[in-house]
């Protein structure tokens, strides 16, 4: 079963795909985690997501998500599992939050709140990452190359 969470090809798509996708979930992480890149921290981002009705403890493991599942992609280490809780995370926001402010951003500052368009790209880059796993220059694909020449 392991074997078949890790295994990968030495693809360079995904490995495009698990850095952008890892890179733009960690520094998400990092803002409300951390405080880093003018966010929240910990508990300012907390005490955010229970004004808008969500609880402490899914807000912690939100923010955990997206803070270790980035760093996870970063470094290609378990990325189906990483992919599929990133995935998790941005069905429910999308469904809690942004699905009534329709599919655009907000680019002009007009609505009252954001679209869901960049979460179904990021969606789709964890399903691909989920399907093709972590691609070349990951940790997966180390263990992968191991554990073949191990038998």
Known sequence: MFQKIIRTENDVVSTILRLVLGLVTFYH???????????????????????????????LLGVAVEFFGGLALIAGFLGR??????????FAVVWTLYWQFGFFMNWKGELRGEGFEFHLLAFAMG???LLRGSGAFSVDRFMTIRRSSDR
């Open 29 to 59: 992480g990092a803002q409300k985690m951390l405080g880093w890149f003018g966010g929240r921290g910990l508990s300012g981002t907390i005490a955010l997501y229970q004004h808008v009705g969500i609880g402490p403890v899914l807000g």
């Open 81 to 90: 599992i990483a992919a599929l809780g990133i995935m998790f995370r941005l």
């Open 127 to 129: 399903a691909a990452i």
